[in-house]
């Protein structure tokens, strides 16, 4: 199932998602293997990152058997899209056996005015340009590989030469796993260039490793998304 998570919740493994779309895939004797909750999550999971329709039941087959899917074994991927929409910078990355996986980081271009630190409001990403100094303030950073889903929010800044980068905190965060049972285990900034999600999963399936972690790193030039799942 595909689980939500917020503030200090922890994962319970009962919530169900409805499946919507119409390319779901057929679900066979998988839906004796795999609940259909989890199921109807996974598929849900496949609409969201476009994963092609010929490819599913495939991968429905080699979780019912537990076995991870290339976007999580690290296999290198066969494709890599990096684009922009809106503020939002992602990218898609397709492997051989036709999983997906999508991160991507809030990044406006045009400032606003604000201050360092300064956290904007819910739901709102900002770019603030004072003397010389740049800060994103409340932007999110997200991960997605149709098994597991964790984003959270950060801020940063950036000075002119000697000044360097920083983050300045973290906040909000959402954990979603599709039959696997996790919680939060980390939120804060193990660097001050490096921000950090990390999860606790009881079951690896579709995830490879029991603490996964999702990172928005910086630099004087870019600010970009990594994990080990």
Do not use: H
């Not at 660097?191 to 079951?203: G, N």
């Amino acid at each position: 199932m595909r689980v939500n998570l917020a503030g200090k919740a922890i994962v319970a493994s009962a919530l169900t998602l409805a499946f919507v779309g119409a390319l779901a895939v057929s679900a066979r004797a998988d839906e004796t293997v795999i609940p259909s909750d989890v199921l109807a999550s996974l598929n849900a999971g496949f609409d969201e990152l476009s994963v092609a329709p010929e490819v599913r039941e495939g991968l429905l087959e080699a979780y019912a058997k537990g076995k991870a899917w290339d976007n999580s074994s690290g296999s290198e991927p066969v494709t890599t899209k990096n684009y922009r929409v809106g503020i939002t910078e992602f990218t898609r990355k397709v492997y051989a056996d036709g999983s997906v996986s999508l991160t991507s980081v809030e990044v406006p271009l045009q400032a606003t005015t604000g201050r360092i630190g300064k956290r904007s409001a819910p739901g709102g990403c900002t770019y603030g340009l004072n003397a010389g100094i740049a800060t994103w303030s409340n932007c999110k950073v997200e991960k997605n590989n149709g098994v597991l889903t964790m984003w959270y929010r950060a801020g940063y800044w950036r000075g002119p030469g000697v000044y360097g980068t920083s983050i300045t905190n973290t906040w909000d965060w959402d954990i979603q796993a599709a039959g696997v049972a996790c919680s939060k285990d980390y939120l804060g900034n193990p660097t001050s260039q490096k921000s950090r999600l990390r999860a606790y999963c009881t079951l690896l399936a579709g995830i490879g490793s029991a603490y996964p972690y999702l990172d928005l790193d910086v630099t004087a030039t870019t600010a970009s998304v990594n994990a080990n799942w």
